[in-house]
């Protein structure tokens, strides 16, 4: 194929996909600047003008020309906003990748562009299934595809390389006759307060206070899966993993701070809400840092939680039909704060929950209905 005269101009009357040009040089090297950028792609550090002039008339073209990869530039509101290529594979697939400008983050420009490209590999290539990639942690990457349609997200330990150093990868695919919308929820977390305490979203400053509740003897005791001792990087990996349970609709897991310090207090969870049976359910569980007992703490937030997992999910809450709770026998705490929430007690699971001790207890089950008086 010849270049420029050869690249389809795509555009969905928003953004535009073109061939690139001598003007998108300074652009596409100040893009490749940010850290961001940096930090998920494998382009080279430093990124000097240099790597942008022969990416974007040495290495766009010669893709056009063996067929391996097209490149287009991505025009929004008449400036450079990013670029975005499809690599050629065998057996109608193909892999997708993308980049965007800074400027441009956020108001939905990628998300254009990729739907945009990925029509025309289905409509005009004949592809029959794109391919997605992102090193894991890449957030806004993974968010992009999740609103094109893409679907299957897995995790390849060290499935990807850069600069040298490997790094484990997202996959996900779309097939050509999947609908390009999101599929599942992306849940928010929304931020309530009441009585002196607030459920909010997690930070990376929490791990600390989380490390000190997970070493607690008592919390130890009746959450014998958690790691001992439990770190600071193993407190870092919960924070994180909570991200993951939003973007696959797996749950919503709230920070419980103090109103006024925001000191973490513990941490409250809805999930299950992927359930292969039952799609309206929910399962709640929680846990106390031990400075925060005896104060009414988890019983408010509990409360709270209850309302945002029964609200609809047009109103920003979870949409839930029914939540269900389970306390080990003995751990009348934990047993307390579903009942004082009017959960009903409705079954016992006879030597179901293993102790730290090795020992095994039962396990109470509760349920609640959203149309149960409160």
Known sequence: MRFPEDVPVLTDDVVTLRAARPDDVDPAHRMCQ???MQRWTTI??????????HFLTEMMPAGWRDGGTRGWVIEYDGRFAGSIDLRDSEGGAGEVGFAVAPWARGGGVMTRALKVVVRHAFDDLGWDRVIWRAFVGNWGSRRVAWKCGFRGFVVVPGGGVARGVRHDEWIATIGRDDELEPQGNWWKVPEVERGGFRLRGWRSTDAKRVAEACNDERTAFWLAGLPSPYGVTDAEGFIESRRENLASGEGVSWA????????LLGCVSVFDMNNRIDKTIGEVGYWLHPEARGRGVMSTAVGLAIEQAFKPVAEGGL???RLVLFAAEGNTASAHVAEVNGFTRVSTERAAGPLRDGSYTNILGFDLLATDPR
């Open 34 to 36: 940010d850290p961001e």
């Open 44 to 53: 080279p550090v430093p990124y000097e003008r240099e790597n942008a002039v």
């Open 256 to 263: 419980i701070a103090d109103a006024e310090s925001d000191e």
């Open 319 to 321: 949409g839930r039909r």
